[in-house]
């Protein structure tokens, strides 16, 4: 694993704390930074803020609550209908204007939404160190998952320091020119996030499905599944609750196409639960009950597997190859026959099924956050002025 180096740049505050600001936009997001909030407060020499975009506003806000995490700044910037142009700028000019007050020494995102993209990018205007969690993920195709691949590595260019999940995501980077010195392996702070959620949380039995019926939980919201590819998925539903005793338990994202689709599509089935999104404790009480999880979500293909959870990835390419060849995913695309072919194999072949339960997760081990934090504060407070310089240099300007 190699060392983030450190900043030769921040100063402190008049406590003597480096300031870190934590900028949150999404659910999946809240669910990833909120165990990094609290790795970040534990260290004395660093003074947290935790700013809100809201980019999604109740989904976000529900997340925030369980995890009892008040944001000091929220700009609520939601807006029903809006373009991604629209919120790229409204959070791009917001953002600037959080980053002119706070005079931060660092910014924490996450991921690959639009607000990781406008934050990185303003902090890049005012000369902000940014890091960036979950980095080095890669499909190499601009176009999928859209818009988040091109977030992403637009954020890997101008981040100083990169906390990639894996060993793979790293080489990534390290294959676009960022330096070692600005790399740290840390696993994925979702795992962190799920276990304590599973230890923590009021996970309550009500997926457990009827005696000799199994459930599959269904996620399913990209904006590249929508139209045709999610026409397909939801022929494969209505397949497989007819062919087999499962039931299938779908939280249908607000999106108005993906509401208008599915409800259509699936409204009439009996044995499919068409509910609304499910809050964080929920979600992961449903994973637990669930026999196996079809989602497009980047998450899931995370999360589950750290329930011995199957996953089929309803898409033709993931960022998350990982899984695919640890063995707890399976690539089966937005393709009714090869998802329910897939289905049907784990669902009547129970050696397959525990060759992929039983498979290791190779996302993390629940320590990320800790970790992530202590790179923070080597960036922030350590002595080494020099090594800080070279970091930036070749994690950012020189590629």
């Known amino acids: 694993m190699t060392a983030v180096s450190d900043s030769p740049t921040a100063a ?39 700013l809100a975009t809201a980019q999604h506003r109740q989904m976000l806000d529900q997340v925030l609550r369980f995890f009892a995490i008040e944001p000091d700044l ?38 690959d939404t639009t607000t990781v993209l406008a934050t990185a990018l303003a902090c890049f205007y005012r000369g902000v160190p940014f890091a960036h969690v979950e980095a080095g993920l890669r499909t190499g195709d601009l176009g999928a998952p859209f818009p ?13 320091l990169h906390f990639p999940p894996t060993e793979g995501a790293a080489q990534n980077l390290r294959d676009e020119g960022v330096a070692d010195a600005a790399i740290e392996v840390t696993g994925n702070p979702v795992i962190d996030a799920l276990l304590w959620a599973a230890e923590h949380g009021d996970l309550s ?25 999610l026409l397909e998925i939801c022929a494969a539903v209505r397949e497989l609750v007819r062919q087999r005793p499962v039931r299938v338990v779908y939280p249908v994202h607000p999106n108005p196409t993906v509401q208008a689709t599915v409800h259509r599509e699936l409204g009439d089935e009996p044995k499919v639960q068409l509910i609304e999104p499910l809050d964080y404790p929920r979600f992961v009480a449903a994973m637990r009950a669930a026999h196996l999880v079809w989602t497009d979500s980047g998450g899931v293909q995370e999360e589950a597997p750290a329930l011995g959870k199957p996953v089929l990835v309803l898409r033709d390419t993931t960022e998350r190859p990982e899984g695919v060849t640890a063995g707890t995913a399976r690539l089966v695309g937005p393709s009714r026959e090869r998802i329910l072919a897939e289905t049907l194999r784990l669902l009547d072949d129970d050696a397959a099924y525990r060759a992929v339960a039983s498979a290791v997760n190779p996302y993390g081990d629940g320590h990320a956050a800790p970790r992530i934090a202590a790179a923070v504060e080597r960036f922030l407070c350590g002595a080494s002025a020099a090594a800080g310089e070279t970091a930036w240099r070749g994690g950012a300007a020189s590629r």
Do not use: C, W, Y
């Open 74 to 111: 929220d700009l609520d910037l939601m807006q029903a209908g809006q373009t991604l142009s629209d919120l790229t700028a409204r959070l791009l000019t917001a953002v600037d204007g959080v980053l002119a007050d706070e005079q931060p020494d660092l910014v924490v995102g996450q991921g």
């Open 12 to 50: 402190p505050t008049a406590s003597g704390r480096r300031r870190v600001l934590v900028a949150i936009g999404t659910r999946p997001e809240a669910i990833k930074l909120a165990p990094v909030v609290r790795a970040l407060q534990d260290r004395d020499r660093l003074a947290v803020r935790v």
């Open 148 to 160: 988040e691949e091109m977030n992403r590595a637009v954020t890997g260019r101008l981040a100083h």
């Open 205 to 229: 039995d009500e997926f457990a499905p009827p005696s000799g019926e199994r459930l599959v939980l269904l996620t399913a919201h990209r904006r590249e599944s929508f139209g045709a590819p």
